[in-house]
């Protein structure tokens, strides 16, 4: 009967390379029991080493900041290969609205009217969007997304899929929905929490900057 070796609590990402591959779950008490594939060893890891109220470390914080701006790195250069985002947010926007301004667009994608103006002129030239008169605002247009410019949305929303599938073919499906559930609540607290944080940050680096005029100024929020 091997003996039984008792592992500190600690993060499981740090247990794991010390385990044998693949281990064997034994059961589930203050613990769980791990069997490696040789019957030669027992390591039981206490539930204080995997508890799910244990308090995010910073280095916890930091890796996972790490890994979601490398995602979204990745992921922003593999679209930008196929098609400019920014784009295809006015395309959407567009669509779903129906019809929009471009000073809406400028806020709801927080972009500078130049920077809308761009955008639209590009997509009308490809035509994916109609540029007509405002009857609410002679001042203003309307931006909507043509024939052209849905059948283009679809094709991207085809390509986008086929990738996510091939990319998540081994995954199953509570692998999937559990991503899923934290990324929606990741979302929705950084929309809860973040603009207030990033502004007062900026507030504390613009009071730093008027104590010491060495350190490069930060716009305003």
């Not at 008169?133 to 002679?138: L, M």
């Not at 909507?144 to 995954?171: P, Y």
């Amino acid at each position: 009967m091997p003996a039984v070796q008792t592992m500190a609590p600690q993060r499981p990402q740090m247990i794991a390379p010390c385990l044998p591959t693949p281990p064997v779950l034994l059961g589930v008490g203050s613990g769980i029991y791990l069997l490696n594939a040789e019957l030669t060893s027992i390591y039981f890891l206490k539930a204080s080493s995997y508890s799910e109220g244990m308090t995010a470390s910073d280095d916890d914080i930091l890796e996972l900041g790490q890994t979601v701006f490398r995602f979204v790195q990745r992921s922003n250069r593999n679209q930008a290969r196929d098609h400019d985002p920014v784009r295809v947010q006015v395309l959407a926007l567009a669509l779903t609205l129906d019809g929009v301004t471009p000073s809406l667009l400028a806020e709801q994608l927080e972009l500078s009217p130049t920077s809308i103006t761009r955008h639209v002129q590009a997509l009308e030239d490809q035509g994916h969007v109609h540029v007509l008169p405002n009857p609410h605002d002679a001042r203003s247009w309307l931006i909507r997304t043509s024939e052209a410019g849905m059948a283009e949305l679809q094709r991207i929303a085809r390509t986008g899929f086929e990738l996510w599938r091939g990319v998540l073919h081994d995954w199953s499906a509570q692998d999937v929905a559990t991503l899923t559930a934290l990324l929606t609540r990741l979302m929705g607290d950084w929309d809860a929490h973040g603009p207030g944080l990033k502004a007062k940050s900026a507030r504390r680096r613009r009071r730093v900057q008027a104590e010491e005029p060495d350190v490069p100024p930060v716009p305003a929020p």
